[in-house]
């Protein structure tokens, strides 16, 4: 988790809207500055209300889009997506069925515990620092990890000489038409 910097940042001049929000947009992306506290200044006191209004309903947006978003990942009453509902009307006709296209993506930043946990499900996660979940209109889910993992790439003569083991091993335990009952618990 990151940790809180507890800054103090004045912006003077907070009263100018449209730059103003642009910098609040920038501040609440800057991951180093959680926990932080802005302080708008400007000697125009009712610009200044209209800029820590649209800022106050801009943080609120903010929260509402990522619990939607969240909700969009796994939503609480199991339903899936219908493509003609959710899907952008104007591009559902030419553009629904030419891929399974993301719904929504969640970046996350994994706690210790958390990688610890991940890793003893898989070695190979045990550098993994983040997780990201997207979910499609198919409902698939896929996730992808940062750093990815290192895969063990295997030769075409590998691969072969491992299916033609197993390939093998079921023959061998494969009963012939109708004797069946030749095969038992301690046939393997």
């Not at 302080?39 to 943080?59: F, P, S, Y």
């Not at 929504?104 to 991940?118: H, I, M, P, W, Y």
């Not at 198919?138 to 990890?145: D, E, M, N, P, Y």
Request: glycine residues 8%.
């Amino acid at each position: 988790m990151t940790e809180s910097s507890g800054k103090k940042i004045v912006f003077l001049g907070g009263g100018s809207t449209q730059f103003a929000l642009a910098l609040m947009v920038d501040f609440i992306q800057a991951t180093k500055l959680y926990g932080s506290t802005i302080i708008l200044v400007d000697l125009d006191a009712e610009k200044l209300g209209i800029t820590t209004d649209l800022t106050r309903k801009l943080v609120e947006t903010g929260k509402s889009l990522i619990f939607r978003g969240l909700s969009k990942l796994k939503p609480s009453d199991g339903e899936q997506y219908d493509g003609l509902k959710e899907f952008p009307r104007r591009r559902y006709t030419d553009e629904f069925e030419l891929e399974d296209w993301p719904v929504a993506s969640g970046c996350f930043l994994l706690e210790d515990r958390e990688a610890e946990e991940l890793s003893n499900i898989c070695e190979r996660l045990k550098d993994v620092k983040t997780a990201t979940a997207t979910r499609h209109y198919s409902w698939k889910l896929a996730v992808g990890f940062d750093p990815r993992p290192q895969i063990t790439r295997f030769s075409w003569e590998e691969l072969s000489a491992a299916v033609n083991k197993i390939s093998d091993y079921i023959r061998k335990v494969v009963a012939p038409d109708g004797k069946g009952d030749l095969i038992g618990p301690n046939s393997f």
